[in-house]
């Protein structure tokens, strides 16, 4: 349910206002358990991400730091490296269910 929410501080460009909403988004569902809530909900759900977006923003705004911005693209192809080492290569694409010719059939 969460694996969109992105470190967003220092990063260049920085975050944008829809990055922001979109990790308050994904941390109220976390939070209700809500993918979607119900008719009976949705003012609190939505009223939730609201603050949770606004208290993001303020966050990402108000913090500072000695290092430099990092880069969207190099980050990402670090993030593919990492994954590619702990899950081995994307396997190829095909038909998995293609049957295999049986042994010993010419």
């Known amino acids: 349910m969460c694996r969109n929410i992105r470190t967003l501080y220092n990063f ?3 975050a944008t206002h829809d990055e922001i909403r979109a990790s308050a988004l994904q941390f109220v569902r ?3 358990g809500f993918n979607a809530p119900s008719k009976a909900n949705e003012e609190a759900f939505n009223l939730a991400v609201k603050q949770v977006s606004e208290a993001a923003a303020t966050l ?3 913090l500072t730091t000695f290092s430099p911005p990092k880069n969207r693209e190099i980050e990402r192809g670090k993030a593919a490296e990492l994954s590619a080492k702990r899950f081995g290569a994307p396997k190829p694409s095909g038909d998995p269910f293609k049957s295999k010719p ?3 059939a010419a």
Request: hydrophobic share 15%; charged share 35%.
């Open 12 to 14: 260049e460009p920085p």
């Open 30 to 32: 976390k939070l209700s």
């Open 60 to 62: 990402i705004n108000s």
């Open 102 to 104: 049986r042994r010993g």
